[in-house]
């Protein structure tokens, strides 16, 4: 399969499984990314999106507007 077809097809994919709020605002459940992302169990998928949590926590961001429902928020060591 060439370049051009695996990502038109994660293109497809990804919007198969795209949410939009009453806002218009789109937004993705992180379990039905999982297998698109390459991830098998929740547990490794977790790490990752606490990691991109506290990425987002360092630019000054507000965790809560991208990361709703998350669970295990990171700790900080202050």
């Known amino acids: 399969m060439t370049e ?3 990502i038109n097809s994660l293109n497809k ?3 198969n499984i ?3 709020d009453e806002n218009g605002v789109e ?6 990314l999982m297998p698109l992302l390459g991830y098998e169990k929740w547990q490794n998928a977790e790490e990752v999106i606490a990691r991109a949590a ?3 926590m360092n630019s000054g961001q507000v ?3 991208h990361f709703t429902g998350f669970s295990k928020m990171v700790e900080r060591n202050n």
């Open 18 to 20: 795209k949410k939009v």
């Open 63 to 65: 965790v809560d507007y």
């Open 4 to 6: 051009e077809i695996i």
């Open 27 to 32: 937004y993705w459940y992180a379990r039905e």
């Open 13 to 15: 994919d990804f919007e």
């Open 54 to 56: 506290k990425a987002c």
